[in-house]
């Protein structure tokens, strides 16, 4: 099946240092990659997501870049803030599932240190 | 609110018992995603309904099963239940049935099995 690695499992940063959060898929065919964000006790939420027609996307403080030769994509948040404090989980298709649902990476806890 | 609606919130039950979660969409969407969060575990893909019809099949046990009625709610069945059964199950719709579609996750049902 599909499976998404992303590390780091944790990470923690002070308060306005960069984050970033990689993630390694292995279906060549994959074209959507989204990253979910989920605060303690919440549901999961569409943060930024990426098509492989594009290399980056950028929405404010968040940007997501692909690697499609590598397999690889990364978010990055710059100038992070408390409320930046969550977990984050990548996602690609499925190949299982004729990639018409997602999988999902282990997830990232990110703390950012007032 | 991301417009998903899932009940009960909590749901406390013995081992070997059977259960019925249930997930209301949101207006407009076609498609419900049931997924899996164990404590500390990432988003496990379960099981897809599209407009009424099984889409995809995930990580899906088969002590567990699933439908979607034709008002577009979905019911998420798990019967003799286990310990390892407890966690956090969401579910997810979207307007299409691809993965390119963004998800809306529901608040999740918390399931405890004693």
């Known amino acids: 099946g599909e499976n998404v690695e992303q590390h780091p499992s944790t990470l923690s940063v002070q308060e306005g240092d960069s984050a970033v959060i990689k993630c390694t898929y292995s279906?060549?065919?994959?074209?959507?990659f989204p990253w979910y964000k989920q605060e303690l006790g919440k549901r999961p939420q569409l943060i930024i997501d990426?098509?492989?027609?594009?290399g980056e996307k950028k929405d404010q403080r968040i940007a997501v870049t692909l690697n499609k030769t590598a397999k690889h994509f990364s978010l990055h948040i710059t100038e992070t803030q408390p409320e930046d404090s969550a977990v984050y989980f990548c996602a690609a298709p499925f190949k299982d599932t004729g990639r018409r649902a997602l999988t999902f990476g282990s997830g990232t806890r990110l703390q950012v240190q007032p | 609110d991301s417009g998903v609606t899932q009940t009960p919130k909590h749901l406390i039950t013995a081992t070997g018992q059977r259960v019925t979660l249930r997930c209301s969409p949101r207006s407009g969407d076609l498609s419900v995603y049931w997924y899996q969060q164990s404590l500390d575990q990432g988003l496990q893909f379960l099981i897809q309904y599209y407009n009424g019809e099984e889409r995809a099949k995930g990580n899906i046990l088969e002590r567990f099963s699933a439908q979607q009625f034709p008002d577009l709610h979905s019911e998420l069945n798990l019967s003799s239940l286990e310990l390892g059964d407890s966690a956090l199950y969401f579910c997810?719709?979207?307007?299409?049935?691809?993965?390119?579609?963004?998800?809306?996750f529901g608040p999740g049902t918390r399931l405890t099995v004693l």
């Open positions: 279906d060549s065919a994959s074209n959507y």
């Open positions: 997810a719709s979207s307007v299409g049935g691809n993965s390119d579609n963004e998800q809306f």
């Open positions: 990426i098509r492989s027609n594009v």
